[in-house]
């Protein structure tokens, strides 16, 4: 019995860990939108990540020959750094995830972390080593536990609920009846667009990634939950290498590098007074922005009259 049994047990263990793999390429490909592409090289080896270092260097891509997406894209993210990318709508910014990720694969100049080419090692491997905290998170039809322990599955109840301390969303999972136990998704608890960012921050955190990708709302929040939210990020991101894409400008300020990018190539970079000092593409948006901003607190001031 027991010889039959450990094959069982073993399959179930591969069963589990394929059927992970999957979720995860599925879950993946819904977060950024696209269809896995490109497979491992016969001799891919698995990624080894020492510092977390990222590199960028002379990338350029296509999703088509019709159009050139990006056009030389080289960027350095030293290890525990966080670089923001901005820049108008199409510019080119969410591929360039894409590209880290490994869905799709430059067809000039290469991506690095700890100076190994992401086209040469496994995609499992680079995809473990790379959280997302991505715009619209999917939520599985299961419980909050179950969603949040996703990030790893052998986190402990302990680890689970320092994660969604952390996050900001214990209170919430306080507040409902059930608590982790509780069911989200179709025939569950229905969450706001916050309450799901902040579970996927919870699964960030337990996953601990050397390299981490925000992907940020470009849905109007509130400005209470748009600063927890806020908070949260800048708590996950301490200490590692990140990488921002943003939407909005005010959430770049303290980043070390800032880089615009339009219509795929970096146009300006530098710190966020740098930039302001030169009075070019970032400042006007900066300006442009602030000015939206203040129209907006001025209409909700009229409407609170
Ligand atoms: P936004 O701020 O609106 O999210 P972005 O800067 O992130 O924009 P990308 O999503 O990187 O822009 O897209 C860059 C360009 O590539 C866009 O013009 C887009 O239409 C095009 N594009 C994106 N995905 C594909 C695809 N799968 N096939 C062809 N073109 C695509």
């Known amino acids: 019995m027991v010889q039959l049994y450990q094959p069982l047990n073993f399959m179930g263990l591969v069963y ?5 793999a999957v979720i995860d390429i599925d879950m993946m490909s ?3 939108g696209q269809t ?10 698995p990624l080894r990540v020492t510092e977390g270092h990222l590199r960028f260097e002379d990338v350029w ?8 997406i990006l056009k030389g894209v080289s960027f350095d993210v030293p290890p525990g750094k ?10 080119g910014k969410s591929t360039l995830s894409r590209l880290l990720f490994r869905f799709y694969e430059p067809y000039r100049g290469r991506i690095t972390v700890d100076g190994q080419d992401i086209a040469a090692v496994t995609q499992a491997s680079l995809r473990d080593a790379i959280g997302m905290v991505p715009q619209d998170t999917v939520l599985f039809n299961d419980t909050l536990g179950y969603n949040i322990r996703y990030g790893r599955w052998g986190a402990s109840e302990a680890e689970i609920a320092e ?3 952390l996050a900001q969303i214990d209170g919430f999972v306080a507040g409902v009846p059930d608590g982790y136990a509780a069911q989200v998704g179709e025939r569950g608890l229905k969450l706001s667009g916050g309450e799901k960012q902040r579970v996927a921050i919870a ?8 390299i981490l990708v925000l992907d940020e709302a470009t849905s109007a929040l509130d400005t209470f939950t748009e600063r927890e939210i806020q908070d949260a990020l800048d708590r996950v991101s301490r200490g590692r290498t990140t990488v921002v894409i943003a939407h909005r400008l005010s ?3 303290n980043a070390d590098e800032i880089l615009v990018l339009d219509k795929g190539v970096i146009v300006e970079r530098g710190t966020h007074d740098g930039l302001l000092g030169r009075r070019g593409i970032y400042s006007a948006m900066w300006n442009q922005q602030r000015e939206a901003e203040a129209a907006e607190d001025l209409l909700r001031g009229i409407a609170s009259v």
Do not use: C
């Open 82 to 91: 966080t670089v923001a990318v901005v820049g108008p709508s199409g510019a």
């Open 251 to 253: 959430t770049v300020v």
């Open 30 to 32: 819904a977060i950024l």
């Open 61 to 68: 891509f296509r999703y088509d020959e019709k159009r050139e």
């Open 36 to 45: 896995p592409e490109v497979s491992d090289r016969p001799d891919a080896l």
């Open 16 to 20: 589990r860990e394929v059927k992970q």
């Open 203 to 210: 699964r960030t955190i337990l996953k601990a990634p050397a």
């Open 163 to 165: 994660a969604a301390r």
